[in-house]
C-alpha cells in the first residue's frame, strides 16, 4: 500500500501531545472573552483530546481555532508569536489568557521540538532570523514575497518531528504552493510528528487521514471533509459565482 495512504493508526509515533485538558483554576466558560467563545468553553470544561498526525480546525472568523491553537502553543512552550521554543521577539502583546488556563499531556519519549508558524507576526519573527540566525546560510526572508519566504521556512523548520501549531499558514500561499504545504504536512505525520492547524483552506483539509474538527457556535465537532460547511460554500460558489455576487453588487 503506498505510504501516503496508510491509516493513522498502522503508523508508529509516540506524538507530542496526547491531550489538552483545563487547569484546576481554570475559570468557568462564562460570557467574557475568550471564555464565551463556544468553542473555547467546550475546551475549558472537556478538554481536548489530539490524534497523532494532523488536526485541523476550521471555522469562520471569530470561532475561536486560532485561539485555540495559539493557547495550545503557548501552554506547549512555544514563541507567543511565532518560532519555536528559543524564538524571542515581541511586537505587541495580544495573546489571549488561554494557555493559563490549560495543562498539556504530553507522550512519553516523545520530542520536545515544536514550531508556532502565526502568518501576522512572521514580519517580526523573520528579524529575528537575521539578527539571531540558527541556520548556516540562513534564507534572506526580507527579500523574497510572503509566499516564498513561507516556503522557505517550511524547508528550514519543519524538519523535524515535533509538535507544530499553525494559524492560518494558507495565507501567504497560492494554489500550488498550498499544495507544497500539504505534502510537507504529510512528511511530519509519517515521521511522527504532529500538526494542529487553524485553517479557512478548503484544498489544505483535504489531506487524506488528517482530522477535521469543524469549530463554530456548536463548539468543536468532528466532520468528514465533504460535510464541512467551507468545502459546500465554496462548491456551491465556484458552480455558480453569480447567485453570490449578485446579492453583494445590487
Known amino acids: ?21 483545563p487547569a484546576d483554576d481554570a475559570p468557568a466558560p462564562s460570557a467574557e ?3 464565551g467563545i463556544p468553542a473555547v468553553a467546550q ?6 483530546d489530539l490524534d497523532p498526525g494532523v488536526t485541523f480546525l476550521v471555522g469562520e472568523n471569530g470561532s475561536g481555532k486560532s485561539t485555540i491553537v495559539e493557547g495550545v502553543a503557548i501552554a506547549y512552550g512555544l514563541s507567543p508569536e511565532g518560532g519555536s521554543r528559543q524564538a524571542r521577539h515581541r511586537t505587541r502583546a495580544s495573546e489571549s489568557p488561554l494557555s493559563d488556563w490549560l495543562r498539556i499531556q504530553r507522550g512519553v519519549g516523545a520530542s520536545s521540538w515544536g514550531f508556532f508558524l502565526r502568518a501576522e507576526t512572521m514580519h517580526s519573527f523573520y528579524t529575528y532570523l537575521e539578527e539571531n540566525p540558527t541556520k548556516a546560510p540562513e534564507p534572506r526572508y526580507h527579500e523574497m514575497s510572503h ?8 524547508e528550514t523548520r519543519f524538519d523535524d518531528p515535533g509538535f507544530y501549531c499553525l494559524d492560518e499558514p494558507e495565507a501567504a500561499l ?6 507544497s504545504l500539504i505534502a510537507v504536512l ?5 515521521e511522527g510528528g504532529q ?12 489531506l487524506p487521514g488528517a482530522r477535521i474538527l469543524e469549530v463554530g457556535e456548536w463548539g468543536l ?6 460535510e464541512l460547511q467551507l468545502v459546500q460554500h465554496w462548491r456551491s460558489f465556484l458552480d455558480a459565482p453569480s447567485r453570490y455576487t449578485r446579492h453583494l453588487l445590487d
Open 43 to 48: 475546551v475549558l470544561r472537556e478538554g481536548l
Open 33 to 35: 472573552w475568550p471564555a
Open 147 to 154: 509566499g516564498e519566504s513561507f516556503l522557505a521556512l517550511l
Open 186 to 190: 504529510h512528511r511530519i505525520s509519517d
Open 221 to 226: 465537532r468532528p466532520v468528514e471533509w465533504q
Open 1 to 21: 500500500m503506498d505510504p501516503f495512504w496508510e491509516p493513522r493508526s498502522r503508523r508508529r509515533r509516540q506524538q507530542p501531545i496526547i491531550a489538552v485538558h
Open 174 to 179: 497560492s494554489f500550488s504552493s498550498t499544495l
Open 195 to 206: 500538526v494542529l492547524c487553524a485553517t479557512h483552506s478548503p484544498v489544505l483539509a483535504a
